[in-house]
């Protein structure tokens, strides 16, 4: 019950803040213009695509060494020529199904400032440019780390993330004890 | 004694109790009683007779002293003197003085005195007190004046009056002359016997007493019967001989006689101045009349006490004898086992109400138990029986009858369905039996058919065998030539199973070179995806670069497409290889399959040519097993005919059996009927 209140409470706010931003008028007719370079790939079924701006490289997946002790969504740790890096998963945060890790996995490497981690991928598409008009914002119903994560969503359903964010959240920075 | 009723015996004993007593009382005092009346009596008897002896000689006593007075007196001295001297003219004066003095004695004396005479010596009379009777009197005869003459006075003569012809009791005395020497006269007095008779007659003793009284020579004088007197003598009365012994000698005593049946007691007193005895007689009867009083009342009263001991003892008896009657009766019929009564108990608390009531709870018992054994015959054995204690037997055993019956009917129950069961069964089997009998029976009618047709098939099949012989010998030619033919087969074969191989070989070496394709194409592959790696990498880093990358992106998605045309050609070549290699495997597999083939058709073929053999020997076999069948047939023939002659046999058995079997049926159908008749009957049981 208390659920079913707090969503039908959300629900009415979100309704507000759709007819508010439906109210306003486009503030810049320019931004159509403009355009992203982003890296599309799959996370299972979806298609996920980051801006090829805070890509460095695309990695195989190979000698993934698994760290005892983590949260899941830290897949281990590769070594890319001498560097070690963290992999993450986000399937782990869009509660997507695993498939299971194989060599045809890969390593999409963001960096942000001197912070670099990799993301797991299932299959790169490939990098194309996309206007940024065709981008909104990811849709209401998502909160939390979900919400955060994104950046938006194209109208060919291309989910953006946001890896800035990805990159300094506060929360993908592990510290356990483990007695 | 033993048969007598309890009554009977009540009444008895208690009547012999009160009895014995009074018998014994009555006689002792009866008899007691007797003897002293009987000594009182007599002694009554004696003082009587004695008493009126005495009076009688005191009177005679008084009648010699008056008469002697009278003899003395002057005027009778003188008359007697004159008389005997001068005669009786002369003396005439003197007479009459002398009669004046008799008359004067005489009234003086009264009626006692029938006259008071003087009489001369000759007997006569001259003087008396009654001058006009005696005068002239003559009684010089008689005793008393002979006696007188002598000078003997006397009194007690009794005889019959001269004059008057009455019975007298005279009395004499001479009379002397004044000088006192002679004796001139007699005075002569004469008493009136009824004077004695009167004093005996008063002295009545009793009813049937008298008294009588007898001179010395035994005559009566006084008797109740007036007959009697001085013309019986007791003497010779027959029976008085004892009495009159004791009045002969004068003495006093008591006897007994019997006279005309009459037993009589007499007491004899004498009177010793005359010679007189007086007599008491009583009846011994009356004598032990104060006996028979006594005995009488003993008898009425000891009769009144019987009667009363009697009703009071039959009462007692009764009341006693009547309840245990009713217990006898009651007894009587819980023997011969009715128990529909009731034994009226009156509000009874001795020994008799508590046998009432001790009898009606054991009928009350007895009917309890009557109960539950009529639950028991009407076959409820639900009833539990309570025993009234731990010794009733009767209880205890019904008890265990029920127990033992409920155990009983149940094993009988069980048995029974058992039976009924088993009836059943026998009924179906008998039945079965029957109809297999009668199916029996006519199978063997049939079998008797059927033995005539056997017969004559073995004839046929005797030519048939002949005929066998003769085929089994062609039989075993062609056999010749079919292992023949085998063995070209056999050779041919091995052939083909040699190339076969060979081609098994090649069909490997063909698998084994398609392997080593898949591993150069998974090679080709692996470039082909690093190449399209490289490509993406190339135009990030073209994007990075900027205006400046943009001819190497350019290039860059080229070499992509590239990786990716390359990609699609190994991935078709891998498709096409992957069904090359199956192909392969299929042939390998068929191959393998026509080895076993081949190697399948020479065993075959060994076969056949081993079974052609075997067929050769058996159609030599059955060449000489059809000459032995003809031979055997012949004898078959023959047993056929004994089979025959058994098999009438056999029918007439089987319709006997049938009968029989018919009979058994009823039997089992009897058995099956009983078996549930008991089944009802066992439950009609409640247990």
């Given at each position: 019950?208390?659920?079913?209140?707090?969503?039908?409470?959300?629900?009415?706010?979100?309704?507000?803040?759709?007819?508010?931003?439906?109210?306003?008028?486009?503030?810049?007719?320019?931004?159509?213009?403009?355009?992203?370079?982003?890296?599309?790939?799959?996370?299972?079924?979806?298609?996920?695509?980051?801006?090829?701006?805070?890509?460095?490289?695309?990695?195989?997946?190979?000698?993934?060494?698994?760290?005892?002790?983590?949260?899941?969504?830290?897949?281990?740790?590769?070594?890319?020529?001498?560097?070690?890096?963290?992999?993450?998963?986000?399937?782990?945060?869009?509660?997507?199904?695993?498939?299971?890790?194989?060599?045809?996995?890969?390593?999409?490497?963001?960096?942000?400032?001197?912070?670099?981690?990799?993301?797991?991928?299932?299959?790169?598409?490939?990098?194309?440019?996309?206007?940024?008009?065709?981008?909104?914002?990811?849709?209401?119903?998502?909160?939390?780390?979900?919400?955060?994560?994104?950046?938006?969503?194209?109208?060919?359903?291309?989910?953006?993330?946001?890896?800035?964010?990805?990159?300094?959240?506060?929360?993908?920075?592990?510290?356990?004890?483990?007695? | 004694m033993?048969?007598m009723?309890?009554g009977k015996k009540l009444l008895t004993g208690g009547l012999l109790a009160v009895a014995i007593p009074i018998i014994i009382v009555g006689i002792v005092s009866v008899y007691?009683?007797?003897?002293?009346?009987?000594?009182?009596?007599?002694?009554?008897?004696?003082?009587?007779?004695?008493?009126?002896?005495?009076?009688?000689?005191?009177?005679?006593?008084?009648?010699?002293?008056?008469?002697?007075?009278?003899?003395?007196?002057?005027?009778?001295?003188?008359?007697?003197?004159?008389?005997?001297?001068?005669?009786?003219?002369?003396?005439?004066?003197?007479?009459?003085?002398?009669?004046?003095?008799?008359?004067?004695?005489?009234?003086?004396?009264?009626?006692?005195?029938?006259?008071?005479?003087?009489?001369?010596?000759?007997?006569?009379?001259?003087?008396?007190?009654?001058?006009?009777?005696?005068?002239?009197?003559?009684?010089?005869?008689?005793?008393?004046?002979?006696?007188?003459?002598?000078?003997?006075?006397?009194?007690?003569?009794?005889?019959?009056?001269?004059?008057?012809?009455?019975?007298?009791?005279?009395?004499?005395?001479?009379?002397?002359?004044?000088?006192?020497?002679?004796?001139?006269?007699?005075?002569?007095?004469?008493?009136?016997?009824?004077?004695?008779?009167?004093?005996?007659?008063?002295?009545?003793?009793?009813?049937?007493?008298?008294?009588?009284?007898?001179?010395?020579?035994?005559?009566?004088?006084?008797?109740?019967?007036?007959?009697?007197?001085?013309?019986?003598?007791?003497?010779?009365?027959?029976?008085?001989?004892?009495?009159?012994?004791?009045?002969?000698?004068?003495?006093?005593?008591?006897?007994?006689?019997?006279?005309?049946?009459?037993?009589?007691?007499?007491?004899?007193?004498?009177?010793?101045?005359?010679?007189?005895?007086?007599?008491?007689?009583?009846?011994?009867?009356?004598?032990?009349?104060?006996?028979?009083?006594t005995r009488n009342v003993i008898i009425s009263v000891g009769t009144i006490f019987l009667l009363l001991a009697s009703v009071f003892f039959y009462l007692f008896s009764?009341?006693?004898?009547?309840?245990?009657?009713?217990?006898?009766?009651?007894?009587?019929?819980?023997?011969?086992?009715?128990?529909?009564?009731?034994?009226?108990?009156?509000?009874?608390?001795?020994?008799?109400?508590?046998?009432?009531?001790?009898?009606?709870?054991?009928?009350?018992?007895?009917?309890?138990?009557?109960?539950?054994?009529?639950?028991?015959?009407?076959?409820?054995?639900?009833?539990?029986?309570?025993?009234?204690?731990?010794?009733?037997?009767?209880?205890?055993?019904?008890?265990?009858?029920?127990?033992?019956?409920?155990?009983?009917?149940?094993?009988?129950?069980?048995?029974?369905?058992?039976?009924?069961?088993?009836?059943?069964?026998?009924?179906?089997?008998?039945?079965?039996?029957?109809?297999?009998?009668?199916?029996?029976?006519?199978?063997?009618?049939?079998?008797?058919?059927?033995?005539?047709?056997?017969?004559?098939?073995?004839?046929?099949?005797?030519?048939?065998?002949?005929?066998?012989?003769?085929?089994?010998?062609?039989?075993?030619?062609?056999?010749?030539?079919?292992?023949?033919?085998?063995?070209?087969?056999?050779?041919?074969?091995?052939?083909?199973?040699?190339?076969?191989?060979?081609?098994?070989?090649?069909?490997?070496?063909?698998?084994?070179?398609?392997?080593?394709?898949?591993?150069?194409?998974?090679?080709?592959?692996?470039?082909?995806?690093?190449?399209?790696?490289?490509?993406?990498?190339?135009?990030?880093?073209?994007?990075?670069?900027?205006?400046?990358?943009?001819?190497?992106?350019?290039?860059?998605?080229?070499?992509?497409?590239?990786?990716?045309?390359?990609?699609?050609?190994?991935?078709?070549?891998?498709?096409?290889?992957?069904?090359?290699?199956?192909?392969?495997?299929?042939?390998?597999?068929?191959?393998?399959?026509?080895?076993?083939?081949?190697?399948?058709?020479?065993?075959?073929?060994?076969?056949?040519?081993?079974?052609?053999?075997?067929?050769?020997?058996?159609?030599?076999?059955?060449?000489?097993?059809?000459?032995?069948?003809?031979?055997?047939?012949?004898?078959?023939?023959?047993?056929?005919?004994?089979?025959?002659?058994?098999?009438?046999?056999?029918?007439?058995?089987?319709?006997?059996?049938?009968?029989?079997?018919?009979?058994?049926?009823?039997?089992?159908?009897?058995?099956?009927?009983?078996?549930?008749?008991?089944?009802?009957?066992?439950?009609?049981?409640?247990?």
């Amino acid at each position: 019950m208390g659920r079913s209140q707090e969503m039908s409470e959300e629900k009415k706010r979100i309704l507000r803040e759709r007819a508010k931003r439906l109210a306003q008028e486009p503030k810049d007719a320019r931004t159509y213009e403009r355009e992203m370079e982003v890296l599309e790939f799959l996370l299972g079924r979806e298609r996920y695509a980051v801006e090829t701006e805070y890509v460095r490289e695309v990695y195989p997946m190979k000698e993934l060494t698994v760290l005892p002790c983590t949260p899941d969504f830290l897949l281990g740790i590769v070594n890319i020529r001498g560097e070690i890096l963290p992999v993450i998963d986000v399937k782990k945060f869009f509660d997507l199904p695993g498939k299971g890790i194989t060599n045809l996995n890969k390593v999409i490497v963001v960096r942000k400032d001197s912070m670099a981690i990799g993301i797991l991928s299932d299959e790169v598409i490939n990098t194309y440019a996309i206007p940024l008009s065709d981008l909104t914002p990811p849709p209401p119903i998502l909160t939390g780390i979900k919400a955060d994560l994104l950046k938006g969503i194209t109208h060919q359903q291309l989910i953006l993330l946001d890896i800035e964010k990805i990159v300094s959240d506060k929360r993908l920075i592990i510290h356990e004890e483990i007695e | 004694m033993k048969n007598m009723t309890l009554g009977k015996k009540l009444l008895t004993g208690g009547l012999l109790a009160v009895a014995i007593p009074i018998i014994i009382v009555g006689i002792v005092s009866v008899y007691q009683a007797s003897k002293n009346t009987y000594k009182d009596k007599q002694d009554d008897m004696t003082i009587i007779s004695e008493s009126l002896a005495g009076s009688l000689e005191t009177t005679m006593y008084e009648q010699l002293f008056v008469i002697k007075n009278i003899s003395y007196s002057n005027s009778v001295i003188a008359a007697a003197e004159k008389m005997e001297k001068e005669g009786e003219k002369k003396s005439r004066h003197e007479i009459a003085l002398a009669e004046k003095e008799l008359i004067k004695i005489k009234n003086a004396e009264g009626d006692r005195l029938s006259s008071v005479n003087i009489v001369d010596r000759n007997g006569i009379f001259f003087a008396s007190s009654d001058r006009k009777t005696f005068k002239g009197t003559d009684i010089s005869k008689r005793e008393y004046f002979i006696n007188a003459l002598k000078g003997k006075p006397s009194a007690g003569s009794v005889v019959v009056s001269a004059t008057t012809g009455r019975v007298v009791c005279t009395s004499a005395a001479p009379v002397y002359s004044s000088n006192g020497k002679d004796i001139t006269g007699v005075v002569i007095i004469a008493l009136e016997l009824r004077f004695f008779s009167d004093i005996s007659q008063k002295m009545k003793i009793g009813k049937g007493g008298y008294i009588f009284i007898v001179d010395k020579n035994g005559l009566y004088i006084t008797h109740p019967v007036k007959e009697k007197i001085l013309k019986e003598s007791i003497f010779q009365t027959k029976g008085m001989e004892d009495v009159s012994e004791l009045i002969r000698q004068g003495k006093k005593g008591n006897r007994e006689y019997t006279v005309e049946g009459i037993r009589r007691v007499a007491s004899v007193a004498p009177v010793n101045i005359t010679g007189w005895s007086v007599v008491s007689v009583v009846p011994v009867d009356e004598l032990y009349a104060p006996a028979r009083f006594t005995r009488n009342v003993i008898i009425s009263v000891g009769t009144i006490f019987l009667l009363l001991a009697s009703v009071f003892f039959y009462l007692f008896s009764r009341s006693l004898t009547r309840p245990m009657g009713e217990v006898v009766d009651a007894a009587q019929k819980i023997a011969s086992g009715d128990l529909s009564l009731n034994i009226s108990s009156p509000d009874r608390h001795d020994e008799i109400g508590r046998l009432i009531h001790a009898f009606n709870e054991m009928v009350r018992s007895l009917k309890e138990k009557i109960q539950v054994a009529e639950r028991i015959a009407a076959n409820d054995l639900t009833a539990d029986v309570m025993p009234s204690s731990e010794r009733d037997a009767l209880g205890n055993a019904l008890a265990t009858m029920v127990d033992t019956m409920r155990k009983q009917i149940q094993e009988i129950v069980e048995g029974v369905n058992i039976l009924a069961t088993s009836g059943n069964e026998i009924m179906a089997s008998v039945t079965q039996l029957t109809s297999g009998a009668a199916e029996t029976s006519t199978a063997v009618t049939e079998t008797t058919t059927t033995v005539e047709e056997v017969k004559q098939t073995a004839e046929v099949s005797n030519q048939k065998a002949r005929h066998v012989v003769e085929l089994g010998q062609k039989t075993a030619e062609i056999a010749k030539l079919g292992l023949k033919s085998i063995e070209d087969t056999i050779a041919g074969i091995s052939r083909i199973k040699e190339q076969t191989e060979a081609i098994a070989d090649m069909v490997v070496r063909l698998s084994e070179q398609s392997q080593a394709i898949g591993e150069i194409i998974t090679t080709v592959s692996d470039i082909a995806e690093q190449s399209n790696l490289l490509a993406v990498n190339a135009s990030i880093e073209a994007a990075k670069a900027g205006e400046h990358g943009k001819g190497f992106a350019v290039v860059a998605q080229e070499i992509k497409s590239l990786a990716d045309q390359s990609k699609q050609a190994t991935a078709l070549i891998r498709t096409i290889l992957f069904d090359v290699q199956k192909a392969i495997s299929s042939s390998v597999m068929a191959t393998e399959q026509g080895n076993k083939a081949v190697e399948a058709g020479v065993k075959l073929s060994t076969q056949a040519g081993e079974s052609i053999e075997a067929l050769a020997e058996s159609v030599t076999e059955a060449a000489n097993a059809a000459i032995q069948i003809a031979a055997s047939n012949q004898q078959q023939l023959a047993g056929m005919d004994q089979v025959v002659s058994a098999m009438e046999n056999i029918r007439d058995a089987s319709i006997e059996t049938a009968g029989s079997a018919k009979q058994t049926e009823r039997a089992a159908h009897d058995l099956h009927n009983l078996g549930q008749k008991l089944q009802e009957m066992v439950s009609r049981y409640k247990i």
